[in-house]
């Protein structure tokens, strides 16, 4: 049984830093590059970062670019995303998922398997 555990949401005030951890089990975790979308109520779940299976290409949203970074540490099983510079309009639900690219337009239905989220708040 496949499982994605996302961490480390929470409240922050705009200008700070959040960093989200997700942590898999049950996939051969190298196998898979692993991609954080969000959603923010109302909207279309939406592509954030990724990484892919070994570590060595990552991409991000251009709305993300220079303050959020994504890392892999496939000995743990783990992918995480380091949130920087918060804004209010970063909040949103933040879920992991693992699948096959790291094209930054990748639907969310192209992707595998899926975390059950974790809420991140900024406050202005």
């Known amino acids: 049984q496949v499982q994605l555990v996302e961490s480390g949401g929470g409240l922050v005030q705009a200008g700070g830093s959040l960093r989200l951890s997700c942590v898999a089990s049950?996939?051969?975790?190298?196998?898979?590059?692993m991609i954080w979308f969000r959603q923010a109520p109302g909207k279309e779940r939406e592509f954030v970062a990724a990484?892919?299976?070994?570590?060595?290409?990552?991409s991000y949203a251009d709305s993300v670019k220079d303050r959020f970074f994504i890392s892999r540490d496939n000995a743990k099983n783990m992918v995480a995303l380091q949130m920087n510079s918060l804004k209010p309009e970063d909040t949103a639900v933040y879920y992991c998922?693992?699948?096959?690219?790291?094209?930054?337009?990748?639907?969310?239905?192209?992707?595998?398997?899926w975390g059950q989220g974790t809420q991140v708040t900024v406050s202005s």
């Open positions: 049950g996939l051969t975790f190298n196998s898979f590059a």
């Open positions: 998922a693992a699948g096959s690219t790291i094209t930054p337009t990748v639907r969310p239905e192209e992707n595998r398997y």
């Open positions: 990484v892919s299976p070994i570590g060595r290409r990552t």
